[in-house]
């Protein structure tokens, strides 16, 4: 029973990853697609916290710890993950504006239907 709680958050961040892939790959919507990118990105997050979590450890505060007396999780993973949701919120809202231009010049956020845009 313990190994499966061990692999259970990468099983979810894959999971997760690949239900915002598919409804990528099924969208007739930019702004779907947008929010299906932002589900592939949240699964980042989890894979994230699980990379940096520890059994039995504690919050990387160090003012009442003696150095090397309890384990603690690592700051670094938890950093990442912030900057990640920075970086995931930041590139939603720039898709998001890309798509509400897009919607005002060609009247249409349907990908099939935007042939000025093809190569």
């Known amino acids: ?7 259970l958050p990468y099983l979810i ?4 990853f ?5 409804g990528l790959a099924t969208s007739r919507n930019l702004i779907h697609a ?4 932002a589900v592939c990105q949240s699964a980042t ?4 916290l699980a990379v940096g979590y520890r059994d039995g450890a504690t919050a990387p505060v160090f003012s009442d710890l003696a150095p090397g007396s ?4 690592d700051p670094v993973v938890q950093a990442l ?3 990640d949701v920075v970086v995931g919120a930041t590139v939603t809202a720039l898709l ?3 798509t509400v231009q897009i919607s005002k010049r060609h009247g249409t956020v349907d990908p099939d239907e935007l042939r000025e845009l093809r190569g």
């Open 96 to 98: 998001l504006a890309l």
């Open 45 to 48: 997050y989890v894979l994230l």
């Open 34 to 37: 947008v929010g299906c990118l």
């Open 81 to 83: 993950t912030l900057t």
């Open 1 to 7: 029973m313990s190994a499966v709680l061990h692999v």
């Open 70 to 73: 309890r384990p603690v999780v």
């Open 13 to 16: 961040a894959a999971y997760v």
């Open 18 to 22: 690949l239900i915002g892939c598919y």
